[in-house]
């Protein structure tokens, strides 16, 4: 309820701290709910699972399994079109030819990459280098610049959280504006995913697992029961988890030396005496651990979003126990909100038992060290997305799965629906202690696997407006190293809704650092109209939204996708401008003050982005994509040729 506070129409401190402890518990009750979905999914289908640490050997002969594997798959699907499709012409065929043989060829050099890179050498040599030493604290991704996390004034975080938060002008319409400030915060919070301890998170899970309320469900009836349970609870946040769970039950004995163990390598030394006291009248619950993991898998989210007054939660795990996940960001005292993503995979190796949790280095996040994330990239299953997203064709399956489960009950929750349930809770809270007619804004980011999961996110926001709630307004998403996401049918829908004369502007900013792997790695025809469009051509893969190149100054930053064809509508041709709260002498001040504190990647990295095949790997690291942020002439954007 809105009051009156110090400042003539803001909330005041009081009002905001108790909207801020309302978000937080109905959020946490959402992801418990979430997590004991996923707890009743992983005992219906494949038992106790949690991630143990592989060994190279064994995840190089599973990595070596699986490159065999995408082999056989795609060549036989290869041969049996060129052979049998009657739907193919001979540049078809030629065109399914040349990417299962580019596709391979790509993933026997990524296999040897990730073959080397996990090796127990290089992890040692890491692990001495003056790069791990310093980068010791943060995941391996981001650890070329250890500092990246301090590497945003809080000058800059000012202005991009006062543009996140400001209503957009109706007018702005061509030139779009990529906002610099903004597109920093949001390169911040996306690496920021990356940190996020997901073996933590499988502790929860598992210990979730172990105490299912199942005395009145078999196996043969859980499904049907959760569905009935989750549609009494679904208006209620936590009531699923109530029901699922025996939370008040002891815990196990190794599921709360595995808490401890967590509690402890995350400093949090109280909740370690807690679960390790002696007092058996007070023994730790199921409850108890679950909390403890959670706040155990916070670490540096925790202490980046308290020094630039943001808060932080983690809402779904994406119906897997893979590294997959969202969160949103927001700040109590504005009016805005970021929806971010991460999409990561599990190592191949499981194993059955909890006691086999240890806290590792590099543990809370996923890289291109891991071969399963080159081999979703490069393999070529799409689906249909008309039923989920409206006026959609086909899009990438693999981000398709992490929102919309083909199997999944209403009992298992889809991830999108927790999704939306968090949108509306944060942005009901928010407006409620605003004045009436208050709107919050709405943004997406993401990075890597995580942008085309975050892409298709933001589409089904943009054409299901409504599971958002009333109090939301839609506005800009930031990709970096966005992947092919969609077929044409589905960009072309999707640019139709996007740029709908009679709504506010708004953007997909699809955003590449030089020529990134997983950004440009596969043939993207379907981006461009110029070329005659065949549904069953392997080439014609496409992105959404309007794509960023990034060049240094004062060279002009590049821009593809801003020619756009609209189903019956007029084309667009928009011209794109880099703008920001600080002048150009002010950046390059800035940008010369970070280097004197040691705070932007080496030098080294920059040369290295140079050398092929090396360079687009280490171009797709997010503190690469920050070094070249801070590097960008403002003004406008030339076509990308």
């Not at 903004?182 to 390169?187: D, E, F, K, M, T």
Request: hydrophobic share 40%; with cysteine.
């Amino acid at each position: 309820m809105f009051t009156a506070g110090g400042t003539p129409g803001q909330p005041s401190e009081g009002d905001i701290q108790a909207s801020t402890e309302r978000i937080r518990d109905a959020l946490r009750q959402l992801r418990l709910d979430d997590m004991a979905a996923l707890a009743l999914k992983q005992h219906n289908e494949r038992g106790p699972v949690v991630v143990a640490n592989p060994s190279w050997s064994k995840q190089s002969i599973l990595n070596l399994k699986s490159y065999l594997m995408f082999l056989v798959m795609t060549w036989a699907q290869t041969f049996r079109s060129i052979l049998f499709s009657r739907k193919l012409d001979f540049g078809d065929r030629v065109s399914v030819l040349v990417f299962a043989l580019g596709a391979s060829v790509v993933l026997f050099l990524a296999f040897w990459w990730c073959l080397i890179t996990t090796s127990p050498l290089v992890e040692w040599l890491y692990s001495i280098s003056r790069l791990g030493r310093e980068g010791g604290n943060i995941d391996w991704v981001n650890s070329m610049n250890p500092k990246l996390y301090q590497n945003l004034t809080p000058e800059q975080s000012a202005a991009a959280r006062l543009k996140l938060g400001q209503a957009p002008d109706p007018n702005a319409r061509n030139p779009r504006f990529f906002d610099l400030d903004v597109a920093r915060l949001l390169l911040q919070i996306s690496a920021l995913m990356y940190e996020r301890s997901h073996l933590d998170t499988i502790l929860a899970v598992q210990t979730m697992q172990r105490s299912l309320n199942l005395q009145s469900l078999t196996l043969n009836s859980a499904r049907e029961r959760a569905a009935q349970l989750a549609h009494r609870a679904n208006s209620v946040p936590g009531r699923l988890f109530e029901q699922l769970v025996r939370h008040n039950d002891r815990a196990p004995p190794d599921g709360v030396q595995s808490a401890a163990r967590a509690a402890a390598a995350s400093n949090h030394q109280d909740t370690e005496a807690h679960l390790l006291q002696d007092d058996n009248s007070s023994a730790p619950t199921v409850m108890d651990v679950v909390n403890a993991a959670d706040e155990a898998s916070r670490g540096m989210i925790d202490i980046w979003a308290s020094a630039y007054g943001v808060a932080f939660e983690p809402v779904s795990e994406l119906a897997s126990l893979s590294k997959a996940s969202c969160s949103v960001f927001w700040e109590p005292k504005s009016t805005w909100i970021v929806v971010a993503f991460k999409y990561a995979i599990l190592p191949s190796h499981y194993s059955r038992h909890i006691s086999d949790y240890t806290p590792l280095l590099g543990n809370r996040g996923t890289d291109l060290r891991w071969f399963e994330e080159w081999a979703i990239d490069f393999t070529a299953t799409f689906f249909d997305m008309s039923r989920e997203i409206p006026t959609f064709n086909y899009v990438h399956d693999g981000f398709k799965e992490r929102l919309f489960p083909v199997n999944a009950t209403q009992g298992e929750r889809r991830p999108w629906d927790t999704i939306a349930a968090s949108i509306q809770i944060v942005t009901r809270e928010l407006a409620r202690i605003r004045p009436p007619g208050t709107l919050i804004d709405v943004w997406f980011t993401g990075h890597s696997l995580g942008s085309g999961m975050g892409s298709l996110a933001y589409a089904k926001a943009l054409l299901s407006r409504a599971d958002l709630g009333p109090y939301a307004r839609l506005r800009d998403a930031y990709m970096f190293a966005a992947p092919v996401t969609v077929d044409v049918a589905s960009r072309r829908a999707f640019n139709s809704a996007v740029h709908e004369e009679n709504d506010i502007p708004r953007t997909l900013w699809r955003i590449t650092n030089r020529n990134d792997a997983v950004a440009t790695g596969l043939p993207a025809l379907g981006d461009s109209d110029k070329y005659p469009y065949n549904p069953d051509n392997l080439f014609f893969f496409s992105h959404i939204g309007v794509g960023l190149h990034l060049q240094s100054t004062p060279s002009q930053t590049q821009v593809e996708g801003n020619h756009i064809t609209r189903a019956g509508q007029d084309p667009l041709d928009l011209r794109v401008h880099i703008s920001s709260s600080f002048t150009a002498d002010e950046l390059r001040q800035q940008r010369a003050t970070a280097e004197r504190q040691g705070l932007t990647i080496s030098r080294m990295y920059s040369v290295l982005q140079n050398i092929p095949l090396v360079g687009r790997l280490l171009a797709h690291a997010p503190p690469n994509y920050y070094d070249q942020l801070d590097k960008l002439a403002l003004g406008q954007c030339i076509d990308k040729r």
